[in-house]
């Protein structure tokens, strides 16, 4: 799976989340009418088994309001695949307590209260289908769940007239499961439509890197999903000598020296890194999950050792020099303005320095470091 595949799959599983978290109206009316309907059948009946899966109902669906009410305090983009499991905790285990409300009605009570638990089976069920389809193995587990465990309890009843609700039952079953995968196919094809939308307009067009405005959103990203004792580094390069390039070969030599510094960096780079270009002959490396400045600053070096070996474009060789500034920061102290502005300043020193790499780090002193190996000083 390509680093792109994989970047789009974790912010289609994001998107997931907060679809599922973002509505807290349908979890609270299906367990307002869950209680409903065991106090209403626990009356008729005198059952005290039927007030006792409605307690467990209750205090299952509190939990998962407050569950709803965490996420939207502690949530963390990084954290997505814990939160969608837990929401699948909550859900099944609600489906569960459910379904085994129903199944004990099939068999211990009148056929009015099986009208009523049937029709909030059915409607529950309906209603899962249209609001999480979008997650097919949540969706499936509790449809799967909420036909299974009724149905066992139809199967063993005597009474002919279960068995067409135990066919009805199926059907929704069947029937549910195979909107699920329409409704999923349909999305992931909207998805996909928008994806190649995205790509175009976050691409740089004449390299195939991010563009500048991409390059700012992926920055908060990183920053977003960063550990505490984790760094990001940002690197500002800018290539020397390229207006000469232009001015003695031409354009079209010049964008083709760009399309190959791209590619440099492209292969420099981590799998979790990005690339952008921002601008002329500028370029942008995002170097995230780090643990040392040094990794940083070793990244710089290869860059600039890389970018100045020569380019041979048929049977033109050309040589341009390329200056790294970088800023690195912590999750707690990283600012897309700030990073950029640390950007220049460490640029500023690289270019005027006795080196061709500068560091600075947000939050501290501005004191910006120079290399101190010597392949950045050998490179040019």
């Known amino acids: ?71 939207r305090h ?8 814990q939160w969608e499991k837990g929401y699948a905790v909550g859900s099944v285990g609600f489906s569960a307590c459910l379904s085994l409300t129903v ?25 899962m289908v249209a609001r999480i389809s979008l997650v097919p193995w949540i969706c499936t587990l509790n449809l799967t769940i909420l036909a299974v465990v009724p149905g066992i309890a139809l199967l063993v009843t005597p009474d002919y007239y279960t068995k067409f609700l135990l066919i009805l039952l199926l059907l929704m079953y069947g029937g549910g499961l195979m909107t699920v995968g329409i409704l999923y196919k349909a999305v992931e094809g909207f998805a996909d439509s928008q994806r190649r939308l995205n790509l175009m307009a976050n691409t740089d067009s004449l390299t195939g890197v991010l563009n500048r405005t991409a390059m700012n959103q992926h920055i908060a990203e990183c920053v977003a999903l960063q550990a505490d004792d984790e760094l990001i580094a940002v690197h500002f390069i800018d290539l020397d000598r390229f207006g000469e390039v232009n001015e003695a070969h031409g354009h079209i030599v010049g964008d083709e020296v760009l399309r190959m510094v791209a590619d440099r960096l492209r292969l420099m ?75 220049g300043r460490a640029l500023q020193a690289a270019r005027t320095g006795p080196g061709h790499v500068a560091m600075v780090e947000v939050g501290a002193p501005d004191v910006s470091q120079p290399a101190s190996g010597d392949a950045a000083r050998a490179a040019v």
């Open 1 to 71: 799976m390509s680093r792109r595949t994989t970047e789009a799959a974790a912010r289609i599983r994001r998107e997931m989340v907060e679809h599922l978290y973002g509505e807290m109206f349908p979890v609270v009316s299906i367990s307002v009418a869950f209680a409903i309907l065991t106090i209403a059948i626990g009356i008729r009946e005198a059952d005290p088994i039927l007030y006792g899966l409605g307690a467990f109902g209750a205090v299952w669906s509190v939990g998962r309001v407050a569950s709803m009410l965490a996420y």
């Open 74 to 81: 502690y949530y963390q983009p990084r954290n997505a695949a």
């Open 269 to 343: 780079k981590a799998p979790t890194d990005f690339v952008a270009r921002y601008g002329g002959d500028e370029f942008i490396v995002i170097q995230s999950h780090i643990r040392d400045r040094k990794d940083a600053q070793a990244l710089g070096q290869t860059i600039v050792q890389v970018l100045c070996e020569p380019y041979q474009i048929e049977d033109v060789t050309i040589d341009i020099g390329a200056r790294d500034g970088i800023a690195v920061a912590g999750r707690k102290v990283a600012d897309l303005n700030a990073l950029l502005a640390a950007c």
């Open 103 to 127: 199944a004990y009605t099939f068999l211990y009570s009148e056929p009015e209260s099986q009208i009523l638990s049937s029709g909030l089976l059915f409607a529950y069920g309906g209603g």
